[in-house]
């Protein structure tokens, strides 16, 4: 039996269906995700000007649910009114958390010393962690070449819980993670079998620390490479977790699911 034949439901806590490559097809896209037993779908918004899409998008669809953020990769977009504004929508719209936010320094790789610009990045960050444990809501986080200080800023807000948004960190760091009461998102770049040290990550740390997502359009898993990803091709990340895991896809779709719902509160 397979999973897409049993009872079983997949939740992916990182999708941007309001992406324009979505447009032309949007409820066939959510058709297909149906079929493949994606019961629902965070939408992580990133930039002020898409929160209005977000929004009207999970109004329309009750298995599609908002989360609105200021991404550290479009900081030429946003400016500090926009925390402000950030405010006014948590206090006004049920989000199921922020996000996307966090800090990328892997683009200021080949840019010399950005120091005022990481300095940028941090302060946003920080703020919307800080908005997050102000509306107890999950925050959901983008890190790259950055986890030491996204951990420092976790354990100075201990009531504060989310998930590490395609985590690329080492055990230690996982771990350090968890213990902060943190969740660990895994997608299609663990169907890839060069990518060893994610496969082993998914392969040892706890299951119930572990949640599905595809960030479609981007990162497909290695039966779309090159094409446009979509969130009905969470089943392949789920029965590769199983996989590496020694246990069944249903075992993984169980226990994701739940932790999706110990973390995000689902409103139907």
């Not at 409820?27 to 629902?40: G, K, P």
């Not at 991404?71 to 500090?80: K, Y």
């Not at 958390?97 to 941090?122: N, P």
């Not at 997608?187 to 620390?209: E, N």
Request: glycine share 4%; proline share 4%.
């Amino acid at each position: 039996m397979t999973l897409s034949t049993t009872a079983q439901s997949l939740i992916d806590t990182h999708c941007h269906l309001d992406h324009a490559l979505f447009d032309s097809d949007f409820d066939a896209v959510l058709q297909r995700a149906t079929d493949n037993i994606v019961s629902d779908i965070i939408i992580p918004a990133i930039t002020v000007n898409n929160w209005q899409k977000v929004r009207s998008l999970s109004k329309q669809y009750k298995n599609l649910h908002p989360a609105y953020g200021l991404h550290p990769m479009f900081m030429s977009q946003h400016c500090l009114h926009d925390l402000d504004l950030l405010e006014q929508w948590l206090q006004s719209e049920t989000a199921i958390a922020v996000g996307e936010c966090g800090l990328d320094f892997f683009i200021f790789a080949q840019q010399g010393d950005q120091q005022q610009a990481k300095q940028t990045q941090q302060a946003f960050f920080n703020a919307q962690l800080d908005l997050a444990q102000h509306y107890q809501l999950p925050v959901i986080i983008h890190s790259r070449k950055s986890l030491d200080l996204v951990l420092k800023e976790i354990r100075l807000r201990p009531d504060l819980h989310g998930v590490i948004h395609s985590f690329s960190g080492s055990l230690q760091q996982a771990h350090q993670l968890i213990d902060q009461g943190f969740y660990l998102g895994f997608g299609g770049p663990i169907t890839y079998i060069r990518a060893k040290k994610l496969r082993y990550l998914v392969s040892s740390l706890p299951l119930d620390a572990l949640l599905l997502e595809t960030d479609a359009p981007d990162q497909p898993d290695t039966t779309q490479y090159g094409q446009r990803n979509e969130p009905a091709f969470l089943i392949t990340i789920a029965q590769t977790m199983a996989e590496l895991r020694g246990i069944s896809p249903q075992e993984v779709a169980r226990a994701t699911t739940k932790n999706a719902h110990n973390l995000f509160k689902f409103e139907k």
